[in-house]
């Protein structure tokens, strides 16, 4: 799976909009980018994904640069209770083979909430 | 509830004893995955099956490491004279085949801490 980079750490004041960035330059075209959400002492929690369209759930927003080398998860109000570390993931989506579901995780960002 | 659940949350163990985790996936899905995670590090794949057999095991897990899936449903993950090295939180996740861009589902782990 490619290898993705984050800023360890963003701020982000309550009611506002949380802009989590993601860089992925050796993404391969059938490479997904999947954004998780650890908060503290929980199992990470699934956000959303997408391949190159952007995509929009009840919980965010992903955004995919046309190239696919970069994409911003958006927390459009974001709340105390989304201070946590968010992981930008890529990978493979097959039917095919089973490890390709496996995720690997970097460090992520850790995304503090302020009030 | 019907997340993946692991038990127990925590286990605190002395240098040297074995300890026994369990993990019971989300009732229909077929893929299961152990991850170990200390402190600041994202979670590090350990292994994976798809009904009850193991598909790939990582080079983290050990011959001291082992684990099971004898029905196709909850999993085993054993750890034999255990080493302060072995203090970590055990996660485990599962997801469904068949279904394009299944994401993984995480449980709350299991704290381990070795004395």
């Known amino acids: 799976d490619a290898k993705t980079t984050q800023p360890p750490s963003m701020d982000c004041a309550e009611g506002r909009a949380a802009n989590l960035p993601c860089n992925h330059s050796?993404?391969?075209?059938?490479?997904?980018v999947y954004w998780y959400r650890q908060i503290h002492s929980q199992g990470p929690q699934y956000i959303i994904h997408?391949?190159?369209n952007n995509e929009t759930n009840e919980m965010a927003s992903l955004i995919i640069t046309e190239d696919r080398k970069s994409s911003t998860l958006i927390l459009p109000h974001a709340t105390l209770r989304d201070t946590a570390v968010y992981y930008c993931?890529?990978?493979?989506?097959?039917?095919?083979?089973?490890?390709?579901?496996?995720?690997?995780f970097g460090k992520g960002t850790l995304l503090t909430v302020n009030p | 509830d019907t997340g993946v659940s692991q038990d127990p949350r925590h286990k605190i163990t002395k240098r040297g004893q074995n300890v026994t985790f369990r993990c019971d996936p989300i009732?229909?899905?077929?893929?299961l995955y152990w991850y170990r995670q200390t402190l600041g590090q994202g979670p590090e794949f350990l292994t994976y099956f798809q009904n009850e057999a193991q598909l790939e095991k990582s080079r983290l897990l050990s011959d001291r490491f082992s684990a099971e899936r004898p029905k196709g449903s909850f999993s085993t993950l054993e750890i034999q004279r255990t080493e302060q090295g072995d203090s970590a939180m055990y996660l485990c996740?599962?997801?469904?085949?068949?279904?394009?861009?299944?994401?993984?589902?995480f449980g709350n782990g299991t704290r381990l801490t070795v004395t």
């Open positions: 050796t993404i391969s075209g059938n490479e997904y």
């Open positions: 996740a599962s997801s469904l085949t068949g279904r394009v861009n299944s994401p993984l589902h």
């Open positions: 993931i890529v990978r493979v989506d097959s039917e095919g083979g089973g490890s390709n579901y496996k995720l690997t």
């Open positions: 997408g391949l190159k």
């Open positions: 009732s229909e899905h077929n893929r």
